[in-house]
């Protein structure tokens, strides 16, 4: 990282908010949710799939929770109006995990179900470590009552990860691996690159062998490249695996992926909650600060 990108990183909490907002627009579809039935529609037409995400996190009150959960049946019955290509992805404590875990349970059961009834899936994204065994815990019951159409997320940099894979494919989870992204303690989290890498690819290895279907979440060259070789080695039909990026993160390879025959599935958030959502991106890819240093000094 450069010392530039450094000190831009470093200064965020004092760039003005409309500065970020002109880099945001790569990574966010808008603040409303016809701003992200265009971008689905785009991407449709591109030949990707994608998942509408709403953004915003850590609710602390019940009307709240209710609220987005409510926000969240208009993005799949506008997914089925609009005849979109697209799941939803969740966030248990926008949905009310930090209040009450029954609360939480209900909120998300209610959306399994609505998803259910109009063909649609539901991804229960993984938040920071103090939420992984309650968001386990849901996802289970919710598949013992039943529900096929929801999937979970496995962060690779957790100690504890490669226990809970070898667990959930034998309870057929659908499942999607990513590297992590929270400020973990050392003593529950790989802190090391490469040792992240090694155990991202340990655990795809294992989920294959366990015949999950997985989304494989990375934007690495490295990662990706290994990736081709497993499906190849395990001889994976398309329909068994899908790529996923997010949105405005490096599209050039996101093309590249689809051209090679991938199914590939971009991440598509949208709300108000932009601001948030989008510094913490730019912290995690510091190159990115270029753009806000375009945005401050072109005019």
Request: aromatic letters at 10%; hydrophobic letters at 35%; proline letters at 2%.
């Amino acid at each position: 990282m450069s010392i530039l990108n450094k000190l831009v990183v470093a200064a965020l909490p004092i760039i003005p908010k409309s500065v970020v907002g002109q880099v945001a627009k790569r990574y966010i579809a808008g603040t409303t949710l016809p701003d992200a039935v265009r971008i689905v529609k785009g991407l449709n037409a591109k030949g990707m799939v994608s998942t509408t995400d709403l953004l915003g996190e850590y609710i602390s009150e019940a009307k709240e929770a209710h609220q987005v959960r409510d926000n969240i049946f208009l993005i799949l019955q506008e997914i089925k109006n609009n005849q979109l290509n697209s799941n939803v992805s969740i966030k248990p404590t926008q949905l009310g995990l930090k209040i009450d875990k029954e609360l939480c349970y209900q909120n998300i059961r209610s959306l399994v179900e609505e998803a259910k009834k109009l063909g649609n899936f539901v991804r229960i994204d993984m938040e920071d470590a103090t939420t992984t065994d309650g968001t386990l815990e849901i996802y289970r019951r919710l598949r013992k009552e039943g529900y096929s159409n929801v999937g979970v997320v496995i962060q690779a940099y957790l100690h504890r990860s490669e226990s809970d894979v070898r667990a959930l494919i034998k309870e057929g989870a659908n499942l999607r691996l990513c590297k992590g992204i929270y400020n973990e303690s050392p003593s529950i989290a790989y802190k090391d690159r490469q040792q992240i890498r090694e155990n991202y690819l340990k655990l795809l290895q294992i989920m294959f062998e366990g015949g999950s279907y997985v989304g494989i979440a990375t934007h690495d060259d490295y990662l990706i490249g290994e990736a081709y070789k497993l499906v190849q080695k395990y001889g994976l039909k398309r329909d068994q695996y899908e790529f996923q990026m997010l949105l405005g993160v490096r599209e050039t390879l996101r093309d590249q992926i689809v051209n090679d025959g991938h199914r590939l599935r971009v991440y598509v958030p949208y709300g108000e909650q932009w601001y948030a959502y989008s510094t913490r991106r730019l912290k995690e890819n510091p190159y990115m600060a270029w753009y806000i240093t375009k945005a401050i000094f072109v005019r």
